[in-house]
């Protein structure tokens, strides 16, 4: 049997899945500088999960020089969001055709965000011959590789590995899930986990007792330190791993969200609007997105520093082809009608007021902890969804798999940012132009999502052009600034 080493960070740590040993099982980490690449800007990484509709994310109000509201009119006879529900989340206009755009009705928080500066919609964000499998699909994103030419590792591994290359055993990232994404494939060690409650080791149950416990601890730590110093190869390279981990995890484990007061009220009672479910199942994204916010702020007390920068975290459902649900009018039915009712007849729409509520309230918690000033977030999806609706126009409807979708960057203005890099708030690339399709009747994309990664690795995470096009450059492709970020 062959196992990675990201399979045995994650088995290692994981291992409350199976064991369920109480307390704190290593000792805290040393009071020892972070490596290099443990410090700078952070950034958090937000997928949509399942293929996200981004012809309802971002809707067309007017036509300007072109026709999309024409087109998405006659597409979309179920699905239609009309014009009158779009003025207060109106945006920019498409810098193509100048047609009149807006947000979705119920991303009245990130529309807030825009108004102060704060997000940047890339429009038409994909890749050419795009393909319509989503395992696929995912991994040309994940790797950054359109053209399937056998890459094995992530976009982001590779992107940590340069920014961690020679230092000694940084832990930078931590995936909030059950097992490491794809896009974090490479060589620095990544932690995954969904709780912190997640970091306990192997332990035989019969012993319960703390002087107990205590010997068994300090063996497995022993065997990982001195592997870690000794031993060569792939063991040798494990050991450092699992060393590495181990002189994080008591303070890993203090961390507290008790600072988290917007994601807590949403987790908690949805912001004011009454709740119908066990929160958890509504606002998993949120409760994903308070755990970043428990490690950005460090280790209690004192907030110190641990190391994890980046992170990548997911809501899923966004597979839409069926009752995907018309958006029912505000002036019919409250939000909070909805939210106290669960969206029974809006699905996308209520993925988006779960997207919407979560960063939101995430922002406005990084903003009180003054963590926003060098926090990044980026959303993305492994495609969009068809222009035309299928079924019958009626609650059956729904939307295939298609290809180009905005792609959302949230960050600190030019005059809130602690680094030299910023988010330029606006609209950028173009909006697919609706009545022009590919043959299978999809978008044609207008921004390669290279140049989103490209302008992030460099702007953001301080990567040089040529490095960024090394990671990126598959098939001759090369990085070209979008302006999104100054």
């Given amino acids: 049997m062959r196992f990675t080493r990201r399979e045995f960070l994650k088995a290692t740590v994981g291992a409350s899945a199976v064991f369920s040993l109480p307390g704190i099982w290593l000792r805290a980490r040393e009071a020892s500088a972070l490596e290099a690449c443990e410090q700078g800007p952070n950034l958090i990484l937000v997928e949509l999960d399942g293929g996200n509709d981004g012809i309802n994310t971002v809707v067309p109000v007017s036509d300007g020089t072109g026709q999309n509201r024409t087109r998405y009119d006659a597409a979309r006879q179920w699905l239609n969001i009309a014009v009158s529900e779009l003025g207060p989340t109106q945006i920019d206009n498409d810098p193509l055709h100048n047609g009149e755009l807006a947000l979705h009705p119920h991303m009245t928080g990130l529309k807030s965000l825009y108004d102060s500066g704060n997000v940047a919609v890339i429009l038409g964000a994909h890749y050419a011959n795009g393909n319509l499998s989503h395992d696929v699909s995912k991994s040309i994103w994940y790797k950054a590789d359109p053209l399937l030419s056998g890459v094995s590792e992530g976009w982001m591994g590779r992107t940590i590995d340069h920014l961690c290359s020679g230092q000694n055993m940084p832990v930078p990232a931590v995936d909030v899930g059950r097992s490491l994404n794809p896009l974090f494939f490479g060589q620095t060690s990544t932690l995954a986990f969904t709780s912190v409650s997640d970091l306990v080791i192997p332990s035989n149950p019969v012993f319960t ?5 205590q010997p068994l601890e300090e063996a497995f730590r022993t065997v990982y330190q001195e592997l870690a110093a ?3 190869g792939f063991i040798g390279s494990w050991a450092r791993a699992g060393n590495a981990v181990a002189l994080r995890m008591d303070a890993y484990r203090s961390v507290s969200s008790s600072g988290a007061e917007n994601l807590n009220a949403l987790i908690n009672g949805a912001s004011g609007h009454p709740i119908a479910s066990p929160t958890p199942q509504r606002y998993g994204l949120a409760t994903a997105l308070r755990l970043v916010y428990a490690l950005l702020r460090g280790a209690q007390p004192g907030n110190q520093p641990l190391g994890c920068r980046i992170f990548r975290v997911g809501i899923g459902g966004f597979d839409t082809h069926s009752d995907q649900g018309r958006h029912i009018s505000l002036s019919q039915k409250s939000l909070h009608q909805k939210v106290a009712e669960n969206f029974p007849d809006e699905l996308h729409g209520k993925l988006l007021h779960q997207v919407d509520k979560a960063i939101t309230a995430f922002w406005r918690d990084l903003e009180a902890a003054n ?20 079924g019958n126009n009626n609650a059956d409807s729904g939307t295939d798999h298609g ?3 905005p792609v959302f960057v949230i960050g600190p203005t030019k005059a809130q940012a602690s680094t030299n890099s910023f988010v330029a708030g606006g609209v950028y690339g173009a909006y697919p132009e609706l009545h022009l399709p590919d043959r299978n009747g999809n978008m044609v994309h207008t921004v390669d999502f290279r140049h989103v990664y490209g302008e992030i690795m460099v702007k953001w995470l301080g990567l040089s052009n040529a490095t960024a096009n090394q990671i990126l450059g598959s098939g001759g492709f090369t990085y070209q600034p979008q302006g999104f970020l100054g």
């Fill in 230 to 232: 000794n031993a060569g």
């Fill in 371 to 390: 963590l926003h000033r060098n926090t990044l977030i980026m959303t993305f999806t492994e495609f969009g969804r068809r222009i035309a609706e299928n």
């Fill in 209 to 213: 007792q703390p002087e107990q416990r």
């Fill in 403 to 405: 290809t180009a979708s």
